[in-house]
């Protein structure tokens, strides 16, 4: 009987095919050695720690660097072991993009290697999402499904790559949710209004795991300003995320906060700029060795015109003068080569009007163009500006505090609106920085996703309605599981489409940040009894 085991077992090992023992298999309880370097920078060993988290919560095993080793992890030029083991021709192919990464799987080994540090870590968040880990495991609670065995298949051979050079979210109108949340609850603060590490660390790590590497901080008054709080360039340098800030906080200063701590008289270049100057100059000094894009320019305080300056000809000639002394400021402190110091410009609200009067931007410098808040973008590049060297990029809303309405409490820009935006304004020439206004992050979850996706592969998402669908269908059918994918899906399109109607926030008579209180409630409503009655029914159908 024995012996007829023996033969049978042997029968069946000859028979399976080579390739079967090729494909690499993470199993339960199963810890899985890695190479790395540990000169590897910080950002990669982040994504190691963070991929070592999600394999134990599947599979319950450790990651480890003893044993014999089956994943084998590495950056272009560090000396790697997996660069050994790529082919000449993968590796030539990596080299032409930047934070691009190679996933082969050979012979019961998975490779990594990136061809820059945010390569390598998008390479190893990879392996989080095959074996089935949402980037949202944290901020929407998503669940993660314990698996006896994930398989590979040996000869996968992936190069990916981003399609957006800069791409990331900026964190606004924080004054309601995120940021008591954080100072109150998740990261208790004696000082009110501190969004101090631990948050910005939960927020770093969804970044990367949506393959994202820039991010614009909180900057309204409510908030202790991003770099007044210590730990926060700290943790922004371990994720490797390029910290850049919004229309109004020129050279990496958040006005609205930062000038009454360290001003000195009114921030108006034109009659004070010495002070202005001194006030920017200390920001460059603190950052001159991290990874920073600089909004150049100016704006008042906050999210209005810049002062000591009224008709749009005095603004065009003070900010003429503005860019020639921050990118002095910036070529003596940084780097001569100003080239290699990202840079933005944002010709946001009356912005526009002061570029539209022939203001010339440097070459190097990129253009940043906005929608009108509502999602319509107000301006592509032209054939001009699409040769810059600086390039274009795309500011974009689908959170709003501002007139003539706000947007906060739902996220209900619909997905068509914002995939065809965003595709037409990358078809003409918008490729080098993507920014998407999130508000508190929550409930955006899936538009957050959406604009990434499309910023790290444009043609992800197959450009008609049924590649649309699809891709909703499967991010629903990853968060909420495939049987209850469809039925909310149909729920889902149904919300769109209502909002897209209206939004729900604009069936009230009222209006936001009107000066006039006259302007402030509407006397007459558009719309009659009955069509107020129409839609609530048509909201608890799908409630």
Known sequence: MNIKKIFLVAFITLTIPY????????RKGENLSVSIEAKEAPVVHTALDIFSKDYKAVFGGSITKTGKQRVFIGTLGTGSAVEKLIDAKSIQDLKLHTEGYILQVKNDQILILGSDKRGTAYGILELSR?????????WADSNIAKQNSVMLKNGLNLLEYPSVKLRGIFLNDEDFALNPWSYLTHEPSKIKGQIGPKTHARIFELLLRLRANTFWPAMHDVSVAFFQTPGNKEIADKYGIVVGASHCEPMMRSANTEWKIDGKGNYDYVNNRQNVLDFWQTRVN????????Y?????????????GANTLKEQRDAIINILKDQRQMLAKTITSNLEKIPQVFIPYK????????????????????????????????????????????IYYHISYWGRPHDYLWLATNHPAQVYTQMKMAYDKGAKDIWILNVGDIKPGEYLTELFLDMAWNINAIEDNKEGLNKHLQNWL???????????LRSIMDEYYRLAYIRKPEFMSNSRTEEKDPKWKDIADLPWTEKELKDRLIAYEKIA
């Open 295 to 307: 909004t150049l320019g100016i704006r008042g305080v906050h999210d209005g015109k810049m002062q």
């Open 350 to 393: 009356e912005v526009l009007d002061v570029y539209n009067m022939g203001l010339e931007v440097p070459e190097d410098v990129t253009l940043m163009w906005t929608d009108d808040n509502y999602g319509y973008i107000k301006h592509f590049p032209n054939e001009t500006e699409r040769a810059r060297k600086g390039g274009n990029g």
């Open 286 to 293: 603190q950052l001159k060795n991290s990874d920073n894009i």
């Open 477 to 487: 059918s990853r968060e909420f599981g495939a049987k209850n994918a469809s039925e």
């Open 130 to 138: 095959r074996i089935g880990v949402s980037p949202w495991e944290w």
């Open 19 to 26: 390739t079967a023992f090729a494909d690499f298999v993470f």
